[in-house]
């Protein structure tokens, strides 16, 4: 199984950009498909966007497609979330998540990952 650590989360204004970055440690990273998630103070974990193990398949949810992309390199044992046009309502924990069984249809449902970051914050000002 895989470990995973979060980072590249921080202070932005609305408008910017950042790059977050989950770095994994372990076997077959590559059989892994990866995904983030995010959680706001006092609302519940939401699906942002995930990637199939062979990166041919992207998923997002509808309040960041066009932009947020989603990508790995599994050479590097990495996964990223480029996030851009930053809005106040994008401030939350972003976490990382991998998961062998996980496929395009069952991206977006949180029981269905192995393994889980601690966590990375993003704080949007207006």
């Known amino acids: 199984q895989v470990q995973l650590a979060e980072s590249g989360g921080g202070l932005v204004q609305a408008g910017g950009s950042l790059k977050l970055t989950c770095t994994a440690s372990?076997?077959?990273?590559?059989?892994?498909?990866m995904s983030w998630f995010r959680q706001a103070p006092g609302k519940v974990r939401e699906f942002v966007a995930g990637?199939?193990?062979?990166?041919?398949?992207?998923n997002y949810a509808d309040s960041v497609k066009g932009r947020f992309t989603i990508s790995r390199d599994n050479a590097k044992n990495t996964a990223y979330l480029q996030t851009n046009s930053l809005k106040p309502e994008d401030t939350a924990v972003y976490y990382c998540?991998?998961?062998?069984?996980?496929?395009?249809?069952?991206?977006?449902?949180?029981?269905?990952?192995?393994?889980w970051g601690q966590g990375t914050q993003v704080t949007v000002s207006s």
């Open positions: 998540a991998a998961g062998r069984r996980v496929g395009s249809a069952t991206m977006a449902s949180i029981h269905e990952y192995d393994a």
């Open positions: 372990g076997q077959m990273f590559h059989t892994y498909a």
């Open positions: 990637i199939t193990w062979t990166g041919y398949s992207t």
